[in-house]
């Protein structure tokens, strides 16, 4: 699970809630109402950092738009709400060196404008296959008619902050299909405005959800190990580990290190007592109570994804022998990093 659930589920419940406190009586109605707006933003943003972007969006809409919003105590009650929410997330990273934030942050650094109609690509296909194509289509549709009314939608607030920074981030790295998952509550709204393709659309999405369930089931069509994500994810890694550990004795190595954060949580579950596990990633330096180590003789190990030939390669496999990931292994000298039990 990925905390995009719960980012999406408190987005949603964020959107219904401010779509009672804009169209209550003034009051005590309408301060329950913007209060709870508050409550589960603030929970979205303890689901996920992204939530920002909505939080952006609304108070957008509330500065800007001709109803004085920000005049009125219901927005700042939100506000408050939201901040109390949060509040346990500051205060952890607070007590931490901000730790997760400067983790989030640090995908900034990254920048290959080079490769940016590359990303820009990727991002857009990701959407389309995330959302299925007709459903993508309703969105697009619904965006069309929203921005040719020409009317100041808080829909089309919430969705111009992410909106922007995702594109201005794909135009230098590489945006994840999942991370503009915070957008999908106001997007399947404004694909609403699509009229009756979404009939059409419906019906489309939940034929390929039952075909994938079908696939991931019982597998009526063979893939490849390497596209099946389900092989990829867990099939080999006893194999790889033994073979590792004998490697490693072979070549008197005093232990397997790796770079990959994953990988190196992987080996270090199925690795013998016997094996040593280093773990160079920064992350390790997160958790306390971790030692440093310096090995005199190791066998650094990093992933090569698809690459099944050349020297040095082994390959982790299925039990059929099916070929799942391809992983260079080569011996140096002086290496630290964090001991992993």
């Known amino acids: 699970m990925t905390p995009d659930t719960p980012l999406m589920f408190f987005s949603a419940l964020t959107l219904w809630a401010l779509s ?21 933003l603030g929970l979205a943003g303890d689901s996920k950092y992204t939530a920002l972007f909505l939080a952006l969006g609304i108070a957008g809409f509330v500065l800007c738009s001709s109803r004085r919003l920000w005049c009125r105590l219901g927005p700042w009650v939100s506000a408050g709400t939201a901040g109390l929410m949060v509040m346990p997330v500051l205060w952890w990273n607070a007590t931490h060196h ?43 549709i619904g965006l069309w008619r929203l921005w040719q009314s020409k009317q100041v939608s808080v829909l089309l607030w919430c969705l111009i902050p992410g909106g922007l920074i995702f594109i201005a981030h794909a135009c230098g790295d590489r945006v994840q299909a999942n991370w503009p998952s915070v957008l999908y509550p106001a997007l399947a709204l404004v694909g609403g405005g699509a009229g009756r393709y979404w009939k059409s659309a419906v019906v489309s999405s939940a034929f390929l959800c039952v075909a994938v369930t079908f696939q991931a089931l019982w597998e009526p069509l063979p893939l490849a190990a390497h596209w099946n994500p389900i092989l990829r994810q ?3 890694w006893n194999r790889l580990a033994d073979y590792l550990e004998k490697r490693a004795q072979e070549q008197g190595a005093q232990a397997l290190v790796f ?10 579950y199925y690795h013998p007592e016997r094996t040593i596990i280093i773990g160079q990633d920064v992350r390790w330096s997160y958790l306390g109570g ?6 005199d003789h190791v066998l650094i190990v990093r992933d090569v994804g698809y690459v099944f030939s050349g020297k040095d390669i082994v390959i982790r496999s299925t ?7 391809g992983y260079h292994v080569q011996y140096s000298e002086h290496v630290t990093g964090a001991l992993l039990p």
């Open 20 to 40: 009672h406190a804009l169209y209550a009586s003034q009051g005590n109605r309408q301060l329950f109402w913007w209060g709870l707006v508050g409550g589960c």
């Open 98 to 140: 901000w730790a997760s934030f400067a983790k989030q942050g640090g995908r900034a650094g990254v920048w290959h404008p080079a490769r940016a109609l590359d990303f820009l690509g990727e991002l857009l296909a990701g959407q389309i296959g995330l959302a299925t194509p007709l459903v993508f289509l309703c969105i697009c």
């Open 234 to 236: 867990t099939a080999g």
């Open 259 to 268: 770079e990959d954060y994953a990988l190196a949580s992987i080996m270090a």
């Open 290 to 295: 971790l030692s440093r180590r310096t090995m």
């Open 319 to 325: 039990q059929r022998g099916a070929r799942v990931r």
